[in-house]
């Protein structure tokens, strides 16, 4: 087989020990531009370096990419796979597009053919576009579960999963609601047994956004996340101000929207927050104490015009952030074209304060948000995100020449963070010329 494994690939490789920042630390990155990367029969990386300083002992069959660049599979922190059916939706505020577009679609879910079919065209998408690991929203059915997670694994992909939990009416329709706390409880039980660390899945506690939960069933999600430590808690934060204004209304005892999760045992350091647009320093120190993670979702939140995440502030309170998509609310699969809508959303944001304090996104920090950035916010780091040794093998192929744009710019590049750069702002799926997973290949665009 041409994937068959041990195997050594040959490209130009980049990956990243930590944030370059936004000086791009030199010791934060490692370029070979003539590199080596070597797989294991087990699917994980043996060796990564300058392809003359190869060991003899990792040599193996070669898959030539030079001229390509090779990165760890990018990291997608937030995605609904229940919403791939209205993704591009004429566009709302976030409260009507759930009650217009988004409820009805994943009402569907509850058809186990039909979760099935949708989970495999979203999988596809995403290794088209090189994600090879993801915070994936399924729906209120266990079902929808269960189909989720029975494709990732067949694929061999590390996902993160977990049945939506919602039961508060008006913003849980009755025919998207469970029917109650114990079984909600009891169908997430079944479900962290059937799946949490089920070959590289992992299963995530998803309370949808508090005002689709009531306070007991917050509670109950806390109650699981104390008792099983190890597993992973995703939902949304502060992604609209008229949100974030309905949550303050109703919760008049918590000191902010944050603070509702708080109250519940929900912030802790497996706990991924979407959005986080409307937050204050105070919200910001406390995840960062607790080791949460924020996944910043620049389409998403300028299609909705739910405002402007300040990425800035989240690094510089020490707090993990990786980056989503969020199709559907979503324009794009591909991390490319987020990286693209990122840097602008950043440079919008950074306008508004003083020019000494002002950040912008380089190309090299974009790459590890969506490589180990992504990997850290969900608490991931130690198998994925990097080609450190013993490290699992999600790999992406990008071509320098995918379009004729690309290929100009490339040709006039005065080094490789411009290249990167040019990269990041014009690349998109037709990038991806191979996305690998576990050393194997996944996609291939031809």
């Known amino acids: 087989m041409d994937d068959a494994l041990p195997a050594v690939y040959r490209g130009t490789l980049l990956h990243f020990l930590r944030d370059p920042g936004r000086d791009d630390d030199p010791d934060a990155w490692e370029l070979f531009e003539d590199g080596a990367l070597a797989i294991g029969s087990d699917g994980r990386v043996r060796w990564a370096g300058d392809w003359s300083a190869l060991p003899d002992r990792h040599r193996a069959r070669v898959v030539d990419y030079r001229g390509r660049l090779i990165v760890p599979g990018f990291v997608d922190t937030h995605i609904h796979y229940s919403q791939y059916d209205m993704i591009a939706s004429f566009g709302a505020q976030l409260q009507d597009w759930l ?80 029917a109650g706390v114990p079984q909600a409880e009891e169908q997430t039980r079944r479900l962290i047994e059937r799946w949490h660390k089920t070959d590289r899945l992992t299963y995530a506690i998803t309370p949808r956004f508090a005002p689709s939960s009531s306070d007991e069933q917050l509670a109950m999600a806390g109650r699981l996340l104390r008792e099983f430590p190890d597993i992973a808690m995703q939902t949304h934060l502060a992604e609209s101000r008229p949100e974030t204004a309905s949550v303050l209304a109703r919760f008049t005892n918590a000191r902010s929207y944050l603070d509702v999760y708080d109250r519940a045992g ?97 190309a090299l ?74 050393g194997h290949r996944a996609y291939s665009r031809t």
């Open 365 to 438: 920090r974009g790459f590890y948000l969506a490589t180990l950035g992504g990997a850290e916010a969900l608490h991931l780091d130690d198998h994925i995100g990097n080609f450190r040794p013993g490290k699992e093998a999600d790999f992406v192929v990008l071509d320098w020449t995918a379009t004729p744009i690309l290929t100009h710019r490339t040709e006039i590049a005065r080094d490789f963070p411009e290249l990167l750069f040019a990269q990041m702002i014009l690349g998109d799926d037709r990038s991806i010329e191979a996305t690998y997973v576990l």
């Open 266 to 362: 929900l912030v802790g350091a497996r706990s991924v927050f979407a959005h986080s647009v409307h937050i204050d320093d105070q919200d910001r120190s406390r995840l960062a104490a607790a080791g949460a993670g924020i996944a910043f979702c620049p389409t998403s939140n300028l299609f909705l015009g739910s405002g402007l995440f300040d990425f800035a502030a989240a690094r510089s309170a020490g707090i993990r952030v990786g980056l989503g998509t969020d199709c559907g609310a979503g324009t794009s699969y591909s991390m490319l074209r987020t990286l693209n809508e990122a840097y602008k959303v950043i440079m919008l944001k950074e306008s508004t304060k003083p020019e000494s304090r002002r950040t912008t996104l380089s």
């Open 99 to 178: 009650q217009e577009y988004v409820f009805p679609v994943e009402r569907k879910f509850g058809d186990r053919d039909y979760a099935e079919r949708i989970s495999g065209l979203f999988l596809d998408a995403l290794t088209a576009c090189g994600t090879t690991t993801a915070g994936v929203y399924p729906t209120v059915h266990s079902v929808s579960v269960d189909a989720f997670f029975a494709q990732a694994r067949a694929r061999g992909m590390r996902m993160v999963c977990g049945k939506v939990l919602m039961d508060k009416q008006p913003d849980a329709p009755e025919f998207l609601s469970d």
